[in-house]
């Protein structure tokens, strides 16, 4: 297993040679050959008004289970786009090293400035912070279900992969400005399930994550 002074002496996401456009296909690639796209704002407000149109109360559940899936998948890749890259293998990185490259990964793909904070790591419980969340500032607070519920599914798909367990996610947190983070914890799904039962509304990012730790024991 590779020391972190090793994994560190190569950066992937150096920028210019992050991403690649190529002007004459229109087509733009990360280092890995991944081909990556730009979505507008538009199009986002739509794709959530058409699934709110074609799915009503069920809206919410198909957005997390959609980003479950997909995030297992943005796993998949990154898995095998740091491994070849790092020469040792991605689920093998010191955890230190493993979030420095996620939280990259936001920020160069324009997701938002993430933190993550393993504090609760040994108690089964993982937070993640999130600011400039897209999805929360396009619906302002008009949506009836948590804004970033994609987000969340993603989190809960990226790191089911990762931990080679399944892993759910609550949003505690909806922020109401770019400076002020939506909050997601991620645990083990009877634990989540627990929460989600038990939550009406924002109780408030402490209140939920008491909440989650309590319910260790049962």
């Known amino acids: 297993m ?7 002496f190569k950066d992937y996401y150096t920028e210019r040679l992050y991403i690649d456009a190529n002007v004459e296909t229109g087509v733009i690639y990360n280092r890995s050959g ?5 979505l507008t704002n538009d199009f986002l407000i739509g794709l959530h008004r058409a699934l709110e149109k074609e799915c009503g109360d069920r809206v919410s559940e198909v957005l997390y289970t959609c980003g479950k899936r997909w995030g297992r998948n943005f796993g998949t890749g990154m898995d095998q786009e740091w491994s ?14 493993f979030r420095a490259l996620l939280v990259q990964e936001f920020h160069c793909n324009g997701w938002g400035r993430v933190e993550i904070d393993f504090d609760q790591f040994e108690k089964g419980v993982i937070a993640v912070y999130l600011r400039g969340a897209i ?25 089911s992969y ?28 009877e634990r989540i399930g627990s929460i989600r039962a038990k939550q009406t509304g924002d109780g408030g990012h402490d209140q939920v994550l008491l909440a989650l730790l309590q319910t260790t024991s049962n």
């Open 135 to 159: 999805m929360g500032e396009l619906l302002e607070g008009k949506a009836s279900y948590p804004a970033d519920t994609l987000t969340a599914g993603i989190l809960a798909g990226f790191f």
């Open 34 to 38: 991944r081909r990556m796209i730009a």
């Open 162 to 189: 990762f931990f080679d367990r399944e892993v759910d996610c609550y949003q505690s947190h909806s922020s109401v400005s770019q400076e002020e983070p939506s909050v997601f914890l991620l645990s083990s799904p």
């Open 84 to 97: 070849q890259f790092y020469e040792t293998p991605a689920k093998e990185f010191p955890l230190g090293f």
């Open 2 to 8: 590779s020391t972190t002074a090793d994994l560190e």
